[in-house]
């Protein structure tokens, strides 16, 4: 239990609010931050906006008017969308130019979506496809809000899974040479649009082939032909295991011509460590023992100098899920420790299609299914704690009365929220126990 120190209940992180500051592009990295051209920090606090579904559109346009949505995202307090794309919006032509909006909705009997686009966003319904996608990005600048383009998939639906046919390099439907390709094009597309600030090579590479030797013949491939048609916009690297491993970089690395530019991501949910797991486990533990992991996997390359981007997180909103909490609690703090870079999953309060179900809430959106209100208050709170840049220091929060008394720690009372002095919880290995209310932030 030694590490849960440094991260649960025994110490704080103090926090103090640095001004925000005017980001002057383009973005590059300095050692393992993020800084604009005048090498002042920039925290990307983003949110993600799936737009690689059926039938390849952002996703609420029929519940809200786009530039609503785009206010919506800067009210809630994120500077940057992590918005998706399938690649066959740069490699088939057809589906990006030569089918409208409308017609892609009617071709999937989406029938009242398009009455809603009608309504709420008339200017895109007879857009093509990739004229569409550039509306959102325009908008998105319109309102200050920086863009990650994130190529999640190649055919649109919904992902992921292990046997996925474009799960991995060299499957079936994930040529690299048609993705290299198509990640120039829409590098090309986007290279005067100040805003596009950087580009997701792909989402969670994952499956039974895997394997870090491919990964090193093509992902430094892909971010070269990123940087060679657009040199100012990050190039930001996935790793295996759907985005949850990059341990393979500890003994081996590579060499690129984007160094300044370069930035690595990592996705964590509450299920990659095991379903149900945070229930079953005393909390304090088994955050200690998931961040010795999660560090190993990726969180050590901030102490070798390189930006590691959290573009994937997030908890169920919509009812009493322990152990997402408990995970949740677990996250912001080391978010918080590390002054990470993120993405939460997501802004979605419905799809329009998602495995064939119309309209599915998205039980991890931060908004509703109207796309107005948001899901969850609380929610919001926590992750506004580190949305803004943080300077983070430890101190000793346990403390004894009389050297043979009980260990007390800070708490927060139920009754007012006032900080008071309690034995400290969760000593032993009962799994049932919920320290949360002893994990401090003070900001």
């Given at each position: 239990?030694?590490?849960?120190?440094?991260?649960?209940?025994f110490?704080?992180?103090?926090?103090?609010?640095?001004?925000?500051?005017?980001?002057?592009?383009?973005?590059s990295?300095?050692s393992?931050?993020?800084?604009?051209?005048k090498?002042?920090?920039?925290?990307?606090?983003?949110?993600?906006?799936?737009?690689?579904?059926?039938?390849?559109?952002?996703?609420?346009?029929s519940?809200?008017?786009?530039?609503?949505?785009?206010?919506?995202i800067?009210s809630?307090?994120?500077?940057?969308?992590?918005?998706t794309?399938?690649?066959?919006?740069?490699?088939?032509?057809t589906?990006?130019?030569?089918?409208?909006?409308k017609?892609?909705?009617?071709?999937?009997?989406?029938?009242?979506?398009?009455?809603?686009i009608?309504?709420?966003?008339?200017?895109?319904?007879?857009?093509?496809?990739?004229?569409a996608?550039?509306?959102?990005?325009?908008?998105?600048?319109?309102n200050?809000?920086m863009?990650?383009?994130?190529?999640?998939?190649?055919?649109?639906?919904?992902?992921?899974?292990?046997?996925d046919?474009?799960?991995?390099?060299?499957?079936?439907?994930?040529?690299?040479?048609?993705?290299?390709?198509?990640?120039?094009k829409?590098?090309?597309?986007?290279?005067?649009?100040?805003?596009v600030?950087?580009?997701?090579?792909?989402n969670?590479?994952r499956?039974?082939?895997d394997?870090?030797?491919?990964?090193f013949?093509?992902?430094?491939k892909?971010?070269?032909?990123?940087?060679?048609?657009?040199?100012?916009?990050?190039?930001?690297l996935?790793?295996?295991d759907?985005?949850?491993?990059?341990?393979?970089?500890?003994?081996?690395?590579?060499?690129v011509?984007?160094?300044?530019?370069?930035?690595?991501?990592?996705?964590?949910?509450?299920?990659?460590?095991?379903r149900?797991?945070?229930?079953?486990?005393?909390?304090?533990?088994?955050?200690?023992?998931?961040?010795?992991?999660?560090?190993?996997?990726g969180?050590?390359?901030?102490?070798?100098?390189?930006?590691?981007?959290?573009?994937?997180f997030?908890?169920?909103?919509?009812?009493?899920?322990?152990?997402?909490?408990?995970?949740?609690?677990?996250l912001?703090?080391w978010?918080?420790?590390?002054?990470?870079?993120?993405?939460v999953?997501?802004?979605?309060?419905?799809?329009y299609?998602?495995?064939?179900?119309?309209?599915?809430?998205e039980?991890?959106?931060v908004?509703?299914?109207?796309?107005?209100?948001?899901?969850n208050?609380?929610?919001?709170?926590?992750?506004?704690?580190?949305?803004?840049?943080?300077?983070?220091?430890?101190?000793?929060?346990?403390?004894?009365?009389?050297?043979?008394?009980?260990l007390?720690c800070l708490?927060?009372d139920?009754?007012?929220?006032?900080i008071?002095?309690?034995?400290?919880?969760?000593?032993?290995?009962?799994?049932?126990?919920?320290?949360?209310s002893q994990?401090?932030?003070?900001?």
């Amino acid at each position: 239990m030694a590490r849960s120190i440094s991260l649960c209940l025994f110490f704080f992180l103090f926090i103090s609010w640095i001004p925000k500051l005017t980001t002057s592009y383009p973005l590059s990295t300095k050692s393992r931050w993020i800084v604009d051209e005048k090498g002042q920090r920039v925290k990307l606090a983003c949110v993600n906006w799936p737009a690689h579904l059926k039938p390849a559109v952002a996703e609420g346009l029929s519940k809200q008017p786009l530039d609503y949505i785009s206010k919506k995202i800067v009210s809630m307090g994120f500077n940057c969308v992590r918005l998706t794309w399938p690649l066959d919006l740069m490699t088939n032509d057809t589906l990006a130019h030569n089918v409208t909006v409308k017609q892609s909705f009617e071709s999937l009997n989406l029938f009242d979506d398009v009455i809603g686009i009608q309504t709420h966003n008339p200017q895109i319904l007879n857009l093509p496809i990739f004229n569409a996608f550039q509306e959102v990005v325009s908008n998105l600048g319109e309102n200050g809000v920086m863009v990650i383009l994130d190529n999640h998939l190649t055919t649109p639906g919904w992902c992921c899974s292990d046997n996925d046919l474009d799960a991995f390099f060299e499957y079936p439907n994930f040529d690299p040479v048609v993705w290299t390709k198509g990640l120039s094009k829409m590098a090309t597309l986007f290279r005067n649009v100040t805003n596009v600030v950087g580009m997701s090579l792909r989402n969670e590479p994952r499956g039974t082939r895997d394997f870090p030797d491919l990964w090193f013949r093509y992902m430094p491939k892909g971010g070269e032909a990123v940087h060679a048609a657009n040199p100012e916009v990050l190039v930001i690297l996935s790793g295996i295991d759907f985005d949850t491993n990059l341990s393979f970089l500890r003994d081996r690395f590579f060499n690129v011509s984007f160094t300044n530019k370069l930035v690595f991501e990592q996705h964590w949910y509450s299920f990659s460590d095991g379903r149900d797991s945070w229930k079953k486990h005393n909390s304090n533990d088994f955050c200690s023992k998931i961040i010795e992991k999660v560090t190993h996997n990726g969180g050590f390359l901030l102490g070798r100098g390189f930006p590691l981007f959290l573009t994937e997180f997030g908890a169920n909103l919509r009812s009493g899920d322990v152990s997402g909490n408990r995970y949740l609690n677990c996250l912001v703090a080391w978010a918080a420790e590390n002054d990470l870079d993120w993405a939460v999953w997501a802004l979605t309060g419905d799809y329009y299609l998602r495995t064939g179900q119309k309209h599915m809430v998205e039980t991890f959106g931060v908004l509703d299914p109207n796309w107005k209100d948001v899901a969850n208050s609380t929610y919001m709170q926590k992750l506004s704690g580190i949305q803004l840049p943080v300077r983070a220091t430890h101190m000793h929060l346990s403390f004894k009365t009389t050297s043979n008394g009980p260990l007390l720690c800070l708490d927060v009372d139920e009754r007012d929220n006032s900080i008071v002095a309690n034995p400290c919880k969760c000593l032993t290995m009962d799994a049932s126990c919920d320290p949360a209310s002893q994990w401090f932030k003070f900001l």
